[in-house]
DNA sequence: TTTATATTGTTCGTATCCAAACAATCTCGA
DNA sequence: TCGAGATTGTTTGGATACGAACAATATAAA
């Protein structure tokens, strides 16, 4: 159960304590369920195949960007990985401190930083990522198998909306 | 665009960097969008309905569980809104320093704290949540209106598979 | 009555997370 | 050539986030 009560119970509840209001239920329920899905496959994934690595669900999201594009550009990464800057450069401080990493400023534009992963970083990803995609597997069994795409199609369109 | 590359790019820089190793792009997808929206989505009310009373989504989403609920205990407030305890004392602190909760110990059993919302905390909600659920339904408009408990039904598995 | 075990909420340490401010760099138009 | 404006990554401050450890309380069995 998701929370102490069923939904059926909240949803009880919510009519009766907000029935001077008018509500949209099925919105209410797709961004809440969203949250708490999200919340919950990141905690899963931090806590079995992530835990040993001693990675976060984000530090591994960075990595993995970085480990398909790279030499990767630190805007390009943050836009990737759906963070701030402000954030990708704690983070990569933190993946610099594992030794995973390699921040490089550019030759051709001041500006810009590109990442590139060290050697560990690579035997890392080539051992870590097919255990955490068998666990991205086991965590979307209950969707029907024809429906994953639909799915990932309805999130995809939900982003898109925000961020135009 | 939800990051620098299209989805297409992304998946073919993948499979061919990644050919030598079985993996399932279904589930890879969903995750990722999963993640990227719930992202996109927290970003957004945070950014737009909630700015203005100083809200953080979580700080929002614990106010909104304790309405329905109260006078609510704390362990069932921190399992509606999907955070660990730890994390939502910490909340709560925000939220009485912004004189929007009460926090008192139970007099049946020491080890329970129960929270109701102050008189600011009624009137805040009154007015935001309202404002907050019209941006819900703006934020799920890209999904068909028809798609919208399938959605959430899904969501709502990939948690129950997670937390039992 | 006593002791062992379980449950609760808080504290601590550490990581993520973002907006705002800032410094450095680049680009473009005058 | 120079200055204005834009872009980049970092720093700062404050909030969220969690696991582990801890203290207080409750429960159950001997």
Redesign the pocket.
Known sequence: MTGSHTLGETEARVANRLSHMALDFEAMAVSSNLFRAA?AVR?HFE?NVLSESGL????FVVLWVTWIWEPA???DI?AEA?????????????LE?LDLVV?TRST??????LVTLTKKGHDLMENLFPAFNRQEVEVVSPVAPGKRSELADMLRAITEKIEG
């Open positions: 919340s905690n806590r976060s669900w984000t530090a550009e630190t805007r943050a759906g963070i701030s800057k402000a954030t990708l450069t704690g983070v990569l401080s933190t401190k921040r051709e534009d001041g500006r810009l930083v």
